[in-house]
């Protein structure tokens, strides 16, 4: 389907049985197109069951794992079914032509989702789970009436790469904290998790041939005490790396995982002596704020660099079935002439006879040629960057991106006064950071990854709709702890990494969402608002703590 023919019929086209004044169908991401109607819905029911055949089976399964524990329904799935009351999950290529992309039919006694991809089918199921009652989410039984409203629905997504980061070098999340995230994203159909594995403050995924690294480099967290770690130790083995990989996969989302460098590489260099120029690690980093170092990349010391180069990616690889692997990049400044290129030259070449594609945060570009094909993460500010585009001398981050631009290369658009969770979303925000700005929820919705790199008149355009990945909903941990402004006096003022994600992603990630999945004509936040403040029992019934953004009326 056409996002620019689309019929876009919200409650105004809604038939006579529906009233005119009724809140639109809280679906978030909105979707190409929808329409009301004709009929009553669909009631799911003790006798309802899943139909779905083949490929579709898994989807099945997951719906039926969705809604079993709070309706307290069988929903026996199967490849065909002469019920009156069915799910039915249909691969097929008559539907969207986006591989994501999915129709959903619902009608008094059937709910029809046809896709051309299980993960199309996987959307139309997030799509189906926000039209029926909060309730859906709890793990007991629910007393309610499991009613879907009668609608025609044809959706596909704006962009390719939707993502979301998860900071485990800064705070280390246990295996079931990310996979809680991975679903928190799969029900506004994010398709991609950046796990940031390493920094100055921690080293997170287990590299063959290198067990220091996660020896050393795996006992520190942000603004933690040496020794505080008395539990299990601060990283993914490889049976936990595979757990997390696994069951992103069942949610039809890839892994990029990052390997930054050459700067934000403390914890490697208090691992691997090689790193340094006098080949004395440093000492175990256990600060708040990023550190600036950088790894020695002097001809005299390739052979160290290209050796840990080859371990690590090549391990990571291994790890990671994905298309992509993050190198990093960002915030080395004054290297010394020809490190940061050799350095990107040579992660290029590995990570590249490794069968991996290349991102970068947007400095990448000013290293090593990229190879065709690659990303770049654009996380500057736009609010300072846009009021340059095309007007004298642009800043340094607009002339890397074009950089890469002209390499081939498209970007992954993260602006960091949008779309970082991390920042405040006021000053009195308890956790977090605040050097990009405060972000409240309508900062956070109302941009567009295309005008964000373009001048403010417009006139000018760094990338084109073409040129843009995707868009990516960053959550930093460097200040995981309560009372943010000033340092915490016991570990005690750290706060569980779920309390803190929640926090900051609920309501602020599904408008990132929104922009990465929905086509920007018609955006406008009152709407997008009268969607989004439906979720808030959803989220209840998920047990989220989310935030109660006051300048917004929640339900
Ligand atoms: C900048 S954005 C960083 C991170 C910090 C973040 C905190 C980027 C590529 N680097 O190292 O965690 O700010 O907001």
Redesign the pocket.
Known sequence: ICPAVATTAWSSAAPASASEDEAPLALVPRPVSLERGPGSGFRLGPTSVIVAPDDAAPVGEYLADLLRPSTGFSLPVSDASAATSAITLTLTDAASTDPEGYDLTVSEGAVAIDAPTAAGLFHGVQSLRQLLPAAVEATQAQDADWVVPAVVIEDEPRFEYRSAML?VA?RFYPVDAVKRYIDQIALYKLNTLHLHLT?DQGWRIAIDGLPALTEIGASTQSGWAPGSNTGDPWFYTPADYAEIVEYAASRYIEIVPEIDGPG?TLAAQASVPGLTCDGVPTAPYYGFD?NLPMVCATEANSANIRDYLEKVISSVAAQNPGQYIHLGG??VPNPPAGWYEAYTAMANEIATEHGKTIVG?HQWAQGATLPAGSLVQY?AEGRVNRPKIGVGAESADIREVRAALAAGARVVVSP?DRS?T??KYSSSTAYG?S??GLVNLRRAYDWDPVTELSSTDGTVKVVTEEQVAGVEA?L?A?RAYRGSTSLPTSHSQFIPVEQYTDHMIFPRMPAIAEIAWSPAQDKDYTEFLSRLTQHDDRWDALGYEWFRAPDVEWE
């Open positions: 900071d800064r920094d934000h990023v960002d915030e945060w996380w960091a970082y991390d920042m950071l050097w990009a960053s930093w460097d």
